[in-house]
Every structure is written in C-alpha cells, then in structure tokens.
C-alpha cells in the first residue's frame, strides 16, 4: 500500500493505523533476516502508544540511522556511536511526529554516509547492492515494508538507491527540507530526502516535510503544492524536456542507454517535447570542484574523530580526511565560489526547459554488497543544489530494476514534480 493510500483509507475510517503498523511489523519479520535494511526497530506497541491525528497519522516511516531520534539509537554506522541516543530528535522527526507519523525503524547506512558499506541487500536481488548511502531506506521501501523513507544524498545516495531499489526517490532544492539533527558530511552538499512507490506519495511526502522553520539558516520557501482531494498531484500538460547529453554517458550500460531512449520516446508519445542538449564543459568539470568541497569539509567534521577514536574510523573515512587537509583554503573558496555560479547559471536553461532528462545511474544494481555503486550521474544536482527525482523505467535482463532521472530548476520542485508525475503516467503505457 502506497502514502496516499494509507492516509485516504485512515482519514475515511476504512483503516486502523494499527491494523496498518501490524502489516508493516509482519512484513518487516518476513523479509529481514535477508534484505537487512534496519539497525534497530521500534516494537509494535510503543508504534501504536505514538500514533496521533494528522495528516500522517499512523503510517509508518523508516528513517535513515544518521539522522537523530529520541526514542531509537542513532549509530550513524559507526562503532564510535554504538548504541548512542541522541539528546534531541532531529527537525524533521519533530515533524513525522507533529503530523502524526510514526517511526518505524532506522536503516542501514554506510559508515557516516561514505561509501563502507553495511550489511543491506537489494530487495530484488540478494546478490546485488542497493546501492548507498541510503541502503536500507531505500531497501525498506522496494521490499514494502513502509510506504515511506527518509534519506540524505551529498553526492548520489537518494537517486542511485532508488533506481538500484525500483522505487521513487526524491531530492529536493538545497534548503527546501531541513537536516538540521543529521549527522553532516559537506555541510554544503547534505540533503535530506525521501523514497516512496509512487509521484503522487513523493509529492505529499514532500509537501508534509517540506522546511518551514525560520530559524534554519538555510530555509528555502517552496510554496505548498496543490492536490485533488484524492491527494493526487496535477500533472503538467506537454512539458519541454531536454534529454542530456553527456561526458558521462559512455558509462551507462547498453540496457540503461535502451530504456533511457524508450523513456524519451514514450515521452514524446504522450505528448512531451523532447529535445537533445548538451551543456558546457564548465558545468561536468563542476564535479572536481564538488570532490573538493566535500573531502575540505569532512576534514573538518570529522577532525574530532580523528583525533579520538582514528582507529575505529575505517580506511574509507580516514582516506577522505587526509585528501580534505591537502586542501588549501583558497581552492575551497574557489569551488564555493563556482558553486553559487554554476546554480545561478543554469537557471537560463530552465527558461526553455521544463526538466533535463538523463540516467540515474550507469545502469542496474552490480552484483556485490563490496561497493554501493558509482554517484557520479547524481553528483551534478547535488553540487548545484537542483532538486531531482528518480523514477522507475524498466527492469534489466536479470530482472533487476533501471529508471531514469529528471532534474528541476532551483526552487522548482512544484514543477519537477508535475513533469515526473507526467512522465511516471506515460512509462506506464
């Protein structure tokens, strides 16, 4: 059972959010002992003592264990944090719970969002990765054990997953949802961000979390979306997409160049334009920039770990702190520096484009739980803060999932939604 769903049944009484959490509970049972998606659970009971009216009331929702909650442990993958509960639960949680929503559990995540990874399986596939850092959030969603996920994505963690899991997954504008209470890894990367099965979830998700504390400092205000009264997300009538050509694309495998090109064509069948683009070498070269942002900035987040507990830090994260304190501060401000360019140069692109068009990732889930996958078809969006959405396209020949990515204007997210859900529509033809 998707979001919408749950809530349209239990607003009209068709539906016990016990009966609900229950289902959730027993699914989880069922399919842990492979998919492995969570560090720690909340039992049945103390799920059902939360349950309070809402918009979101009694639906389960599973949260990725980075981001601090009272009333479970909050390891952030690392043994410096075993068993660690934090003081406070984070911005967000305070709004899962305001609006009635229930935490079900925290997903596996790799050691401080980079890269080790932890002990998740793709739901499809047991051999397979589900990709990272977001693994168990978004294992929990592709296997049906919530109908909703919170994430982080710095460089590709909520795109990549989505695709390798065959759900929806969604990156909103920098600033659009709170992280204030997530454990960073580049201040100036960090997003939190959701999965679900469906646009239409995505888009309700989106517009319950979305940020609206002024006391954040890096609030954005994206304006509440419009729905039916069904909940679902209108759908923008013949949007202009730019299908991206890029210096990446001799990566993607020949089945993701297959349903990348049968996405766009149904597109155009539908009644979209869809017209090829290639954007400036400046914008790709981004990525070094963006390499050197995140390694400066973990540097710093992680010094006191360095110098307290080195050992248990794995090679990854110790790599990543030597590479950050090479550095020098005038390349830092120079890469900050391109970063506010490129953001506000790209806006002209979107004043003929509704939404780019292009892979999500360089193709299915690979066959090892070693490594999580290559961000480098996320890391663009990231760096430019643009919100971005993976949405599921087709299967591979080993039956494992493959989807495609739209990417939206800065601050655009109420548009990106409404191409998405145009284009979920017309791959389902």
């Not at 305001?98 to 790799?110: R, W």
């Amino acid at each position: 059972m998707g979001l919408t769903e749950a809530c349209n049944l239990i607003a009209a009484d068709q539906l016990k959010p016990v009966d609900l959490l229950q289902a959730s509970f027993n699914k989880a049972n069922e399919v842990e002992p492979t998919l492995r998606a969570f560090v720690s659970r909340a039992s049945l009971d103390s799920m059902v003592e939360q349950i309070q009216p809402g918009p979101l009331s009694g639906i389960p929702i599973a949260a990725k264990d980075i981001i601090n909650t009272v009333d479970l442990p909050t390891t952030n993958g690392s043994p410096i944090y075993k068993d660690k509960t934090p003081a406070e639960d984070a911005a967000i949680i305070k709004k899962i719970h305001s609006l009635g929503g229930v935490i079900f559990g925290k997903t596996v995540t790799t050691e401080f969002a980079w890269r080790n990874p932890g002990p998740t399986t793709n739901p499809v596939n047991p051999e397979h990765t589900p990709g990272g850092s977001s693994s168990g959030s978004a294992a929990s969603v592709g296997a049906g054990v919530v109908p909703l996920a919170l994430g982080s994505q710095t460089q590709g963690s909520i795109i990549r997953p989505a695709a390798y899991c065959g759900v929806v997954g969604y990156k909103a504008s920098y600033g659009a949802v709170s992280k204030l209470g997530a454990h960073a890894l580049s201040y100036s990367l960090d997003h939190i961000g959701f999965f679900t099965r469906s646009v239409d979830d995505m888009a309700f998700a989106f517009n319950n979390l979305k940020n609206s504390d002024s006391s954040d400092p890096e609030l954005i205000v994206i304006p509440d979306l419009v729905f039916s009264v069904k909940r679902e997300l209108p759908m923008l009538d013949r949007p202009k997409i730019a299908l991206l050509e890029t210096p990446l694309d001799h990566m993607m495998s020949d089945e993701q160049k297959q349903v990348l090109s049968a996405a766009a064509k149904k597109l155009e069948e539908s009644g979209a334009i869809v017209q090829k683009l290639s954007l400036p070498q400046e914008y790709w070269d981004g990525i070094q920039a963006m390499n050197l942002i995140l390694e400066s900035e973990a540097a710093e987040i992680h010094a006191h770990h360095s110098e307290h507990a080195n050992d248990l830090l794995s090679t990854h994260i110790q790599e990543l702190v030597a590479r950050g304190l090479k550095h020098s501060a005038p390349a830092y401000i120079a890469a900050k520096f391109l970063q506010k360019k490129l953001r506000a140069s790209i806006a002209s692109y979107f004043d003929e484009f509704d939404a780019f068009l292009m892979a999500p990732a360089s193709g299915e889930a690979p066959k090892s739980l070693v490594s999580t996958g290559d961000p480098v078809f996320c890391a663009l969006w990231s760096f430019l803060g643009t919100p971005s959405i993976a949405i599921p396209a087709g299967k591979s020949k080993n039956g494992l999932p493959l989807g495609i990515q739209l990417i939206g204007s800065y601050r655009g997210d109420a548009k990106l939604l409404s191409v998405a859900k145009f284009s979920e529509s017309a791959l389902a033809k």
